[in-house]
């Protein structure tokens, strides 16, 4: 009796314990379709930065590649000047300055009067020329005037004609060209000496830019390529221009003092080579002006006279 009364209180303890009991979760793989969209949606979100951190690598690897081949196929350099002809006004004979005209920083025209010298002693020179041309001429009449010495005093008289005409002719200083007049420093009443200059003028009809390209940009670089150029005067402006030249020697190498690269303190330094740029002005375009700073950029794609598009 003992032993079947405690089966039975065994049995129901055990029961009592499987009623407890949890059940437990289904490891059936099928289950995973049954999660919710709020949990899907949480997994998606989750995995957006990691989405966002790929896309930005991607677009900065291609911005870079991109710029690079920007780069290796226009050349730029922001080590360039803008120059034309500079020309010195000087007076072919000495004199006394008796007008000037020229205003710095004005503008003037091929034929404008910039400086006038006193023309009396060039007058009086005409004067004495025309009388010993005038005696010449006299003794050369009658039987005498087939000689060749008569021919010859007749000639070298009518030479000094012509050169003291010249003179006072050179009396008067024109300019020679368009341009724009320089710092003036001569004033009435000075003497002018034949061969110094007085002011310079600047030649506006033509203008350039010498642009100190690395001797690693330069393979690329040849005449006739199309370039851009912008100056510090005017950043918001875009000038064209034209590969014209490329110098044959590095700026170094036209100094005064060369470097001497055989010494035993050598250090290896990139050199730069002007490259001239022609600068073709068109309607609107601002003044420019010379020595300003600019920015170049060499268009290698575009064709080109030299072996050096690629």
Known sequence: MQDASSKVLQNQKNAK????????????????????????????????????????????????????????????????????????????????????????????????VLVRLDPAPFEAALKAADAKLTLAQQQATGPAAQSP???????????????????????????????????????????AKAGMSLFPLIDTSKWWVDANFKETDLSRIAAGQKATVTIDLYPSHEFNGEVEAVSPASGASFSLLPAENSTGNWVKTTQRFPVRIGLTPKAGDPELRIGASAAVTVDTTSKGSGSGAQ
Request: glycine letters at 8%; hydrophobic letters at 40%; zero cysteines.
């Open 149 to 191: 010495a008569a021919k010859a005093n007749v000639d070298q008289a009518q030479a000094g004609v012509d050169q003291a005409r010249l003179e006072l002719d050179h009396a008067t200083i024109k300019a020679p060209v368009d341009g724009i007049i320089g710092k003036v420093r001569v004033r009435p009443g000075s003497i």
């Open 17 to 112: 314990m499987q009623q407890g009991q949890k059940p437990r979760p289904n490891a059936n793989p099928s289950s995973a379709a049954t999660t919710t969209p709020g949990a899907q949606k949480k997994d998606v979100l989750r995995s957006w930065p990691a989405i966002a951190g790929l896309v930005a690598t991607l677009a900065a690897i291609a911005a870079g590649y991109a710029y690079w081949q920007h780069s290796a196929l226009h050349p730029s350099t922001d080590n360039a000047y803008i120059q034309a002809n500079i020309v010195p006004i000087a007076p072919l004979a000495s004199g006394l300055v008796t007008e000037v005209n020229a205003k710095e920083f004005t503008t003037v025209k091929t034929g404008d």
